[in-house]
């Protein structure tokens, strides 16, 4: 005989990371970020915005200066991905 299973959908706990929100936030708020975003990730992330520096942990940092995008909507939705 065949267990009946419950078919509830299990939630994943999920919390975005706030700094991605910071990084694509300097890049809506300044065209000369945006741009080093898009052209070299790394560097964007390593000089930060304005003073302010950006913190992700090896792997993240990893994966977003692997990103590339001719636009911030690109860029944005591969971000969501990671």
């Known amino acids: 005989m065949l267990k009946n299973i419950p078919t509830q959908p299990q939630k994943i706990n999920f ?6 929100s910071r ?7 300044n065209c000369d970020f945006r741009n080093t975003l898009l052209v070299n990730p790394a560097r964007a992330i390593h ?12 792997m993240e940092n990893h994966q977003i200066t692997s990103i590339r995008a001719t636009s911030l909507v690109d ?8």
């Open 15 to 20: 919390t975005p990371n706030p700094e991605y």
């Open 23 to 29: 990084l694509i936030s300097a890049a809506v708020i």
């Open 47 to 58: 000089d930060g915005y304005f003073g302010e520096q950006f913190h992700f942990g090896t």
């Open 75 to 82: 860029f944005a939705n591969q971000l969501s991905k990671i």
